[in-house]
C-alpha cells in the first residue's frame, strides 16, 4: 500500500493479564459485540490455515459503517496482519497489525493502522489520524476492563462467558434457538446441561436447521476438551465422581461436534475416534462392569461392548442397535444404563457405517448377519443369559432391530424407538437427513440413495416377526413417518404394542423421561429381569 499520502497511528496498551489470554480474545472476533460496546455485529468466514475474512458492523465517530477485514493469524509471532477489503467513506485503504508481547507479569497489545485518506471526501488527513487513535483507544480500553474483570473464562477452547445480559451480543439469539431447539432434549439425555447448550450457542453463526454446522462442530469440540481437561485434573486428584462426570460429558461433547457435520470427512472421523478413546478411558473408573467384544464380521472388526450392572449374573441381556448418527459410547450407553438399573446386562456395537466405521466402511444392507455375529459373541460370555435376549434399536436401528430380530434365532422381545418398515419416503426427508444416508451409505448421490432406500431398505421380503415388539412414535415425524411405524406393526406376527405421542416429531425426545422407563420395564416383564 505504498504510497506519499499514507499515514500511520500507533496505539498500545498494557492489560493484566497473561498475553495468550489477549491472544485469544485478539483472534476470537465472535465474542468482540459482547466486548467491545462499538461492535455490533461480527461474522467469521475460514479462507484458510490460520486466515479468516471478517466482516464487521461498527458504530464510532466514523459513523456505522459495515466493513470487511482479510486478516492473517501467527499465533507463533502472536501477531495478526490485516488488510482492509471494504472501508468507511473517510479512507481510501488500510492495513496494518496487532501485536501482543509479554510485559511485567502481563501482555502489551501495540495495534498499528496503516491508511491513506479519501482525497476526493475531502477528508483532513491530520483529523482522520486523531480520529483512529481515539476510537482505537477506546477499543483497547474496553478489552483491557474485561479480561481484566476475569470475563475470560475460557482455556484455549473458545469457550463462552456464561454471565452477562442474555441480548443478541452475548446471548442465544431467537433465531439460533430455534434452528437448535430440537437437540435439546437429546443432549440433555447424554448428560449435558443448560449451562453447556448455553456456552455453546451463545453467538452462534447458525442460520438454519439443516445447514452452517462448521461453528457448531468447532464449539461443541472446544467444550470437550474443557470437559478433558477437567477430567484429567479430577482423576489426578481422586475425585472419581467428578472425574466420570466430566469425562460422559467430553465424550458426549465430541460425539455432537461431529453428529451432522460433513464439511470435512477427515474432521468428523477425527472426532468421532476421540468418542471412544474418551469412553475408554473411563471404562476402568465406571460403576457398572464394561468389557471389550471383540467380534468379526465378514472381515470387519465389529467393536463392541458387553455392559453388566454389579452383581453376580448371568444377566438377561438387552442388544442395542444404533441408527445413521448415534454413538454407542453417548446414546446408547444412555439407554444401556437404564436397562442395567433393571437387572439387565446391555451390549452395544459399532457395525459398518456406524460410529468408529462411519465415512469408512459402508453400512451394509443385510445388517442382521452382523447383529448375527454380535449375538454369537455375546451368549458365549458367563455373565450372559443366552436364554434371555431382548434387542432394541433407536430412529434406523429400530428398523434394523425388528430387521435381525425376524431373521436371526434367540431373541425373545423387541423394542423399536422411532424405526419404519419402509424407507419410501427418502426424497421428502430434510437436507440434513439425506445427507446423513449418503454418506453412511456411501451413495454419490440422492438419485441413488433414493434407489437403495426404495428398493431395499425395507422388511417387504423379511419373514414376519414372532416375537413380542413394542413401538414408541411420534405423530409428527417426518423423518420416518408413523404410517411406516404402523406398517412394522401390521408385518408382525407376534403381540404388539404402539406408544405414540401426538405432537412429536423423530424419537418424541421431549418424552424421554417417559418412555425410557416404560420400554425398559416392558424389556424387564418380557425377559424376566429383577432389578438387585
Request: proline content about 5%.
Amino acid at each position: 500500500m505504498a504510497s506519499e499520502e499514507q499515514s500511520s497511528v500507533v496505539n498500545t496498551v498494557v492489560i493484566d493479564v497473561p498475553a495468550d489470554r489477549v491472544w485469544r480474545s485478539c483472534t476470537d472476533i465472535e465474542r468482540w459485540p459482547a466486548i467491545f460496546p462499538t461492535t455490533r455485529a461480527v461474522r467469521r468466514t475460514e479462507v484458510g490455515a490460520n486466515e479468516v475474512v471478517m466482516d464487521m458492523t461498527v458504530a464510532n465517530e466514523l459513523g456505522v459503517n459495515d466493513v470487511r477485514s482479510h486478516r492473517w493469524y501467527r499465533p507463533d509471532e502472536l501477531r495478526i496482519d490485516f488488510r482492509m477489503v471494504t472501508l468507511p467513506p473517510a479512507i481510501a485503504a488500510m492495513e496494518g497489525n496487532w501485536t501482543v508481547e509479554p510485559a511485567d507479569g502481563g501482555a502489551r497489545l501495540a495495534v498499528e493502522h496503516v491508511f491513506v485518506p479519501r482525497r476526493d471526501e475531502g477528508v483532513d488527513a491530520v483529523g482522520l489520524r486523531d480520529t483512529l487513535f481515539r476510537t482505537t483507544e477506546n477499543v483497547l480500553a474496553a478489552l483491557k476492563e474485561w479480561l481484566e474483570a476475569g470475563r475470560d473464562l475460557a482455556a484455549d477452547d473458545g469457550l463462552r462467558d456464561a454471565w452477562g445480559p442474555r441480548n443478541t451480543g452475548n446471548g442465544i439469539s431467537a433465531e439460533t434457538f430455534e434452528n437448535c431447539e430440537l437437540f435439546f432434549s437429546r443432549l440433555g439425555l447424554a448428560s449435558l446441561d443448560w449451562g453447556d447448550i448455553t456456552m455453546v450457542l451463545k453467538d452462534l453463526r447458525k442460520e438454519s436447521t439443516h445447514e452452517d454446522w462448521a461453528d457448531w462442530h468447532r464449539r461443541w469440540s472446544a467444550l470437550g476438551v474443557h470437559y478433558e481437561e477437567r477430567a484429567a485434573e479430577a482423576l489426578e486428584a481422586n475425585h472419581l465422581e467428578t472425574f466420570r462426570t466430566a469425562n460422559r460429558k467430553a465424550a458426549a461433547c465430541h460425539h455432537y461436534a461431529e453428529f451432522f457435520y460433513f464439511d470435512d470427512a477427515r474432521a468428523k472421523t477425527d472426532s468421532r475416534d476421540r468418542v471412544t478413546e474418551i469412553f475408554e478411558r473411563g471404562i476402568p473408573y465406571l460403576h457398572e462392569t464394561v468389557t471389550a467384544l471383540n467380534v468379526s464380521c465378514d472381515g470387519l472388526d465389529v467393536p463392541g461392548y458387553l455392559m453388566v450392572p454389579l452383581g453376580e449374573g448371568p444377566w438377561p441381556t438387552v442388544v442395542l442397535v444404533n441408527g445413521l448418527d448415534s454413538a454407542k459410547e453417548v446414546e446408547l450407553y444412555a439407554f444401556a444404563r437404564e436397562f442395567m438399573a433393571r437387572g439387565m446386562a446391555a451390549v452395544v456395537f459399532d457395525g459398518p457405517g456406524q460410529g468408529v466405521h462411519i465415512g469408512r466402511t459402508p453400512m451394509a444392507v443385510d445388517f442382521e448377519r452382523v447383529v448375527a455375529a454380535v449375538l454369537q459373541e455375546a451368549v458365549r460370555r458367563p455373565e450372559v443369559d443366552e436364554d434371555r435376549i431382548g434387542i432394541f434399536g433407536v430412529s434406523f436401528g429400530g428398523y434394523l432391530a425388528a430387521r435381525a430380530a425376524a431373521s436371526v434365532p434367540g431373541f425373545q422381545a423387541c423394542v423399536n424407538l422411532s424405526g419404519g418398515f419402509d424407507f419410501d419416503n427418502y426424497r421428502n426427508v430434510n437436507v440434513m437427513v439425506k445427507e446423513d444416508f449418503r454418506f453412511v451409505f456411501d451413495q454419490a448421490d440422492d438419485d441413488a440413495m433414493d434407489e437403495l432406500a426404495r428398493t431395499r431398505l425395507n422388511l417387504r421380503d423379511v419373514p414376519p416377526l414372532r416375537i413380542p415388539l413394542l413401538a414408541i412414535h411420534g405423530e409428527l415425524d417426518t423423518i420416518i413417518p408413523i404410517d411406516s411405524c404402523e406398517r412394522m406393526l401390521d408385518w408382525a406376527a407376534g403381540e404388539t404394542q404402539l406408544i405414540r405421542y401426538p405432537g412429536e416429531r423423530h424419537v418424541a425426545t421431549n418424552y424421554f423421561s417417559d418412555f425410557i422407563p416404560r420400554f425398559c420395564d416392558w424389556m424387564s416383564d418380557h425377559l424376566g429381569a429383577r432389578a438387585r
